[in-house]
Nanobody, 125 residues
Framework: QVDLVESGGGSVQAGGSLTLSCAVS????????MGWFRQAPGKEREEVAG????????TYADSVKGRFSISLDNARKTVTLQMNSLKPEDSGMYYC??????????????????WGQGTPVTVSS
C-alpha cells in the first residue's frame, strides 16, 4: 500500500524550475505535517522543507531559502514544493514525508511516519 504519491521530478538546466507534488492516498486520512527530504548519491538524507500543523509555519534548509517554497492545500492532502533557481547541487532523490491523522483529529508536534517512494531531480550545469 502506497500512502503518499509523489510526482513532478525530472531534469532541468541550472536556473530552471520544477514543481514537486505529494498526495495523501491513504483513505480517510489527512496530513498533520508534511515535508520534503532529499538525498544525493553518497550523502545523507537532508530535510529541505517542512510545513507544520495549521499550515502557517514552514521551515527551509539554509541552502534553499529564498528559492524553494512549500505549500499545503486546504484539505491537507497535497503538499507542493516549488523549486526555482535550481542549482546542480539540488540534484538528488526527493522524498515526501508526512504525519497522517484520521480526518477530523488534530495533535501538536510533528513526527514523520509515512514516506513516499521518491522522485528524482537532476539539475545540469
Amino acid at each position: 500500500q502506497v500512502d503518499l504519491v509523489e510526482s513532478g521530478g525530472g531534469s532541468v538546466q541550472a536556473g530552471g524550475s520544477l514543481t514537486l507534488s505529494c498526495a495523501v492516498s491513504k483513505v480517510g486520512y489527512m496530513s498533520n505535517c508534511m515535508g520534503w527530504f532529499r538525498q544525493a548519491p553518497g550523502k545523507e538524507r537532508e530535510e529541505v522543507a517542512g510545513i507544520y500543523p495549521g499550515g502557517d509555519r514552514t521551515t527551509y534548509a539554509d541552502s534553499v531559502k529564498g528559492r524553494f517554497s512549500i505549500s499545503l492545500d486546504n484539505a491537507r492532502k497535497t503538499v507542493t514544493l516549488q523549486m526555482n533557481s535550481l542549482k546542480p547541487e539540488d540534484s538528488g532523490m526527493y522524498y515526501c514525508a508526512a504525519e497522517l491523522l484520521p480526518i477530523g483529529l488534530s495533535t501538536v508536534g510533528c513526527e514523520y511516519m509515512y514516506w513516499g517512494q521518491g522522485t528524482p531531480v537532476t539539475v545540469s550545469s
